[in-house]
């Protein structure tokens, strides 16, 4: 019950992030080239996704023996989980820009508008626009959907998640339109990170051979370790960091 729950958390928060990057292309998109084509965008590159998951997922979990599954899908998400972390890290530590969905949604929008318009029907840059946003921020999550469903064996709870987060953050950034920024994306890699690592970690373990005590339950405590060294990481970059000196004024 304890993996299970994580997991709908992880692959939740984990497309909650993404669907916030991609709703911001898709607004810009439809407000500067038409909603029409936009939303057609948007609609395809979720299909193209689905059908993804549908084709391998089944396969994988009928073809692959589930030792070798966990061992490399384990690998995997350690290393996307590490790549999460390092860029929150870096951002809560100062070290490196939040990630800044109006000033995103601002330049989208100036770009898109320099872009002629045609006289009427579809507009083929607002759909191809729309649908490489969609499709790129959710590769990332198709990958992370089929490594924790096929690893766990829950994969229609992983999807289940996705999904919800997808229609939540639909919902609400149709609700709060420009306001993207409100959302605490840097809190919520942080989190996704740990959990993809500690995730990663544990099958990893279990794809070895290792037996972890409590089971389960070794998630929650892998969770724990890593959030320590995660803050100790943030205390030690940020008294490491330098300022560099200010620039004499012009005489």
């Not at 029907?121 to 089929?146: C, N």
Request: hydrophobic share 55%.
């Amino acid at each position: 019950m304890t993996s299970t729950l994580l997991l709908v958390l992880a692959t939740f928060a984990a497309c909650a992030v993404e669907a916030v990057e991609a709703l911001t292309i898709v607004l810009a998109a439809g407000v500067t080239r038409g909603w029409r084509s936009t939303i057609e965008g948007a609609a395809a590159a979720l299909l193209v996704l689905a059908a993804l998951v549908a084709a391998f997922g089944p396969a994988l979990i009928r073809y692959v023996p589930i030792s070798v599954l966990r061992l490399v899908v384990g690998g995997l998400l350690l290393s996307l989980g590490l790549q999460w972390l390092r860029k929150a890290l870096l951002r809560a530590s100062g070290l490196k820009a939040k990630h800044d969905e109006d000033a995103i949604y601002r330049r989208e929008v100036a770009r898109l508008s320099g872009l002629p318009r045609p006289a009427g029907g579809r507009d083929a840059t607002g759909f191809v626009i729309s649908f490489k946003g969609v499709f790129l921020e959710g590769m990332e999550v198709v990958l992370i959907v089929l490594s924790l469903g096929l690893s766990s064996g829950r994969l229609g709870y992983a999807v289940a998640g996705a999904a919800a987060a997808v229609v939540v953050v639909t919902a609400v950034g149709l609700l709060v339109a420009r306001q993207l920024a409100e959302v605490p994306e840097n809190a919520m890699k942080l989190g996704v990170g740990l959990m993809l690592v500690s995730f990663g970690t544990f099958w990893s373990g279990e794809g070895a051979g290792i037996r972890w005590p409590l089971a389960d339950g070794a998630i929650l405590g892998l969770i724990a370790a890593y959030a320590v060294v995660a803050f100790i990481a943030v205390r030690f970059l940020q008294r490491g960091r330098v300022v560099a000196p200010p620039r004499p004024e012009p005489a």
